[in-house]
Antibody, heavy 122, light 108 residues
Framework: QVQLQESGPGLVRPSGTLSLTCSVSGGSLSPYSWTWVRQPAGKGLEWIGHVDYAGTTNYNPSLESRVSISIDSSKNQFSLTVRSVTAADVAIYYC????????????????WGQGILVAVSS | EIVLTQSPGTLSLSPGERASLSCRASEMVRGNYLTWYQQKVGQPPRLLIYATSSRATDVPERFSGRGSGTQFTLTIDRLEPEDFAVYYCQQFGSPPFTFGGGTKVEIK
């Protein structure tokens, strides 16, 4: 089990860029993938995308044009960038480990950060 | 994308009762790669079940999952006070890895 901690500004201006970092402790980023999920207040979960330890990414098509996820193994961190933010991006943003074992069909998000609330306002 | 519809939206039950939560997919979930999470207020989701029916580490045996294709079920036998929460299903059959809208299990 690893520990994850989100960090970044809790307030972003409309049309600005949201940048969050997830710091991982208690284990290495390799050989796992790492994911971001968000949740508007009182609503359900939305998968944003993930990055594997080599830097390969996969994004939700609904956000792909505005989102980037990157990884920094030297710092044991991975990051999320969301461009051109609007009120629709207000949510709690979670980072999590994406555990997968393809030949067994095991896919799940097992270790999660506590989440960071991001508001959008001028 | 695969749309997951969870029902009912809210389930009102008493401790000791059995809860049956449904997750229906808009198309077949490849490999039945269906995962369930539990979320309590102010907390991140907690992994419960993966690959339709495999319990995650430290998840009590009263939680069980079954299903295939487009219909999946999470059952909680003999509800304990700590089980009252919101439950989400998620599919990993094909990206985007969508979540269902959630079922709230509340105390009756």
């Amino acid at each position: 089990q690893v520990q994850l901690q989100e960090s970044g500004p809790g307030l972003v201006r409309p049309s600005g860029t949201l940048s969050l970092t997830c710091s991982v402790s208690g284990g290495s980023l390799s050989p796992y993938s790492w994911t971001w999920v968000r949740q508007p207040a009182g609503k359900g979960l939305e998968w944003i995308g993930h990055v594997d330890y080599a830097g390969t990414t996969n994004y939700n098509p609904s956000l792909e044009s505005r989102v980037s996820i990157s990884i920094d193994s030297s710092k044991n961190q991975f990051s999320l960038t969301v461009r051109s933010v609007t009120a629709a991006d207000v949510a709690i943003y979670y980072c999590a480990r994406f555990f997968s074992v393809d030949f067994r069909g095991w896919y799940y998000f097992d270790d999660w950060g506590q989440g960071i609330l991001v508001a959008v306002s001028s | 994308e695969i749309v997951l519809t969870q029902s009912p939206g809210t389930l009102s039950l008493s401790p000791g009762e059995r809860a049956s939560l449904s997750c229906r997919a808009s198309e077949m979930v490849r490999g039945n790669y269906l995962t369930w999470y539990q979320q309590k207020v102010g907390q991140p989701p907690r992994l419960l079940i993966y690959a339709t029916s495999s319990r995650a580490t430290d998840v009590p045996e009263r939680f069980s999952g079954r299903g295939s294709g487009t219909q999946f079920t999470l059952t909680i036998d003999r509800l304990e006070p700590e089980d009252f929460a919101v439950y989400y299903c998620q599919q990993f059959g094909s990206p985007p890895f969508t979540f269902g809208g959630g079922t709230k299990v509340e105390i009756k």
